[in-house]
T-cell receptor
Framework: QQQVKQSPQSLIVQKGGISIINCAYENTAFDYFPWYQQFPGKGPALLIAIRPDVSEKKEGRFTISFNKSAKQFSLHIMDSQPGDSATYFCAARHTGNQFYFGTGTSLTVIP | DTEVTQTPKHLVMGMTNKKSLKCEQHMGHRAMYWYKQKAKKPPELMFVYSYEKLSINESVPSRFSPECPNSSLLNLHLHALQPEDSALYLC?????????????FGDGTRLSIL
């Protein structure tokens, strides 16, 4: 059973456009929601994270929107650049210190 | 460069070999994790150590044996692996029981079983 559902599986965006990746969860015991960026041959790197008592967090071109009642959260990448081309994973932390990952989104930014 | 260091970066071994993967962090984190990642898939949790004690074992076959010698080190001992065990093995660490603390990943060991 997939604890965190992520969509789309792949995304192609023009340079300068907005990339949007969505995640949804059911378990109300999740208390922390990070997003990771992974390049080929590298481990996942933390991009941005949010607590469930916050509805939005922005860091540079990256924004997380969080809807606690709908149990959904999304990553927006503004002014997408070719260097943003990577695989993105959302995740959710259970209070038992266990992290559950979404299935991943492969983002391609076309110059 | 990541703050979690994994060695070796690549490992090729036969099915009868015994080898170990190593992971080290010096961030003072008290939780450490082993994940397995197949191509184009998310990381799959294998083991969690919290304060140097094994707290989660996700029904991993006994041919994988974790060890946490101290708060900075995590090993994964491998024996009699199967071809389907070929994958990227990732180590991660986090502060521990506190919330709002992310995991920090190493760049992994690329393991190939012949």
């Amino acid at each position: 059973q997939q604890q965190v559902k992520q969509s789309p599986q792949s995304l192609i965006v023009q340079k300068g456009g907005i990339s949007i990746i969505n995640c949804a969860y059911e378990n109300t015991a999740f208390d922390y929601f990070p997003w990771y960026q992974q390049f080929p041959g590298k481990g996942p790197a933390l991009l941005i994270a949010i607590r469930p008592d916050v509805s939005e967090k922005k860091e540079g071109r990256f924004t997380i929107s969080f809807n606690k009642s709908a149990k959904q959260f999304s990553l927006h990448i503004m002014d997408s650049q070719p260097g943003d081309s990577a695989t993105y994973f959302c995740a959710a932390r259970h209070t038992g210190n266990q992290f559950y990952f979404g299935t991943g989104t492969s983002l391609t930014v076309i110059p | 460069d990541t703050e979690v260091t994994q060695t070796p970066k690549h490992l090729v071994m036969g099915m009868t070999n015994k080898k170990s993967l190593k992971c080290e962090q010096h961030m003072g984190h008290r939780a450490m994790y082993w994940y397995k990642q197949k191509a184009k898939k998310p990381p799959e949790l294998m083991f969690v150590y919290s304060y140097e004690k094994l707290s989660i074992n996700e029904s991993v076959p006994s041919r994988f044996s974790p060890e946490c010698p101290n708060s900075s080190l995590l090993n994964l001992h491998l024996h009699a692996l199967q071809p389907e065990d070929s994958a990227l093995y990732l180590c991660a660490s986090s502060q521990g029981a506190a919330s709002n603390q992310p995991q920090h990943f190493g760049d992994g060991t690329r393991l190939s079983i012949l």
